[in-house]
């Protein structure tokens, strides 16, 4: 990944409203509002802290994000990292450590399913001793 195809929120910013993006979004800063990329990449380090509605292609979340994430194909919750809203995807990754609160749709395939036949679950991972 070549270092101008990123955009970086650095520990230092703030920023509220919406942002589009075609790429890579990094934010380790703070960020309030709706991130919108069908077909980009959000990574939330490690000291990142957003409350959005997330709707990407892929999403890695290190830090702290409150809001639904929607991704078109992948979710990885990195360890410590904490989750506090909806999740679907098409694959996810939860790694030991993780607080996840929230209800959860995975489907591999990405067939459409009818709401009543989907199974919904509340999920809390914490980490296990």
């Known amino acids: 990944m070549s270092e101008n195809s990123v955009t970086n929120l650095t520990t230092d910013v703030e920023i509220k409203g919406t ?38 292609k892929n999403a890695t979340i290190e830090g702290r994000l409150d809001g639904n994430i929607e991704a078109a194909e992948k979710v990885e919750l ?35 399913t009818e709401k009543q036949n989907v199974e919904r679950q509340n999920i809390k991972v914490i980490k296990n001793i």
Do not use: H, R, Y
Not at 31 to 46: D, H, N, P, R, Y
Not at 79 to 102: M, P, R, S, Y
């Open 78 to 112: 990195k360890q410590n990292a904490q989750l506090l809203g909806d999740l679907q995807a098409k694959t996810l990754v939860i790694e030991e450590g993780v607080v996840f609160v929230g209800q959860c749709n995975v489907n591999p395939d990405g067939t459409k």
């Open 19 to 56: 942002i589009k993006f075609e790429k890579i979004m990094n934010i380790d800063g703070k960020f309030e509002g709706e991130l919108i990329a069908e077909q980009g990449e959000l990574i939330v380090g490690k000291t990142g802290t957003v409350k959005a509605n997330v709707k990407v």
